[in-house]
């Protein structure tokens, strides 16, 4: 399956902003821990860059999904909607066993391992602001079409 160019460009986009952030994460945490509210330690890198690379695998499969949906609808695929759901679902069985994870295992922060399940959307606002992605954009549907003049 090939991806189209604007699904790339988004993907590139939000993998960039979630690396940035998972930096920024940690270096925050370091920050914090010098006022001895915490000790800084290897958990808080391992929830950061464990639930920085859980949001991204969630991203990238939800961006195949949509592909192979829109690839299905334009084969005339009747089950597009249930594909759909069934990514959505698939990846929030994902995240729940991350979420479960950093609960559980003493090695992983819980804080800094559920922080960066948000950096996907986060980025994607990110590039918004900055005018590097348009989600609005008109798209001209009637271009090319003759006989709709008013």
């Not at 902003?17 to 370091?30: A, Q, S, T």
């Not at 992983?108 to 959307?121: D, G, R, T």
């Amino acid at each position: 399956m090939h991806l189209d160019d604007d699904i790339k460009g988004l993907v590139k986009g939000v993998y960039v902003g979630c690396g940035i952030l998972c930096v920024i994460e940690i270096v925050v945490g370091f920050l914090i821990s010098l006022t001895g509210l915490y000790s800084f330690d290897a958990t808080i890198i391992i929830g950061a860059v464990g639930g920085t690379l859980i949001g991204m695998i969630c991203f990238i499969w939800m961006a195949v999904s949509l592909q192979r949906s829109l690839d299905a609808a334009q084969n005339g695929g009747a089950e597009v909607r249930r594909g759909v759901q069934k990514g959505y679902t698939q990846r929030m069985g994902l995240q729940g066993l991350w979420i479960v994870a950093a609960v559980f295992v003493p090695f992983i922060n819980v804080i800094s391992a559920l922080v960066p399940l948000l950096f996907p959307k986060l980025a994607i606002f990110l590039l918004q602001i900055t005018g590097k992605l348009n989600l609005t954009q008109n798209v001209d549907s009637t271009a090319g079409v003759k006989g709709g003049e008013s």
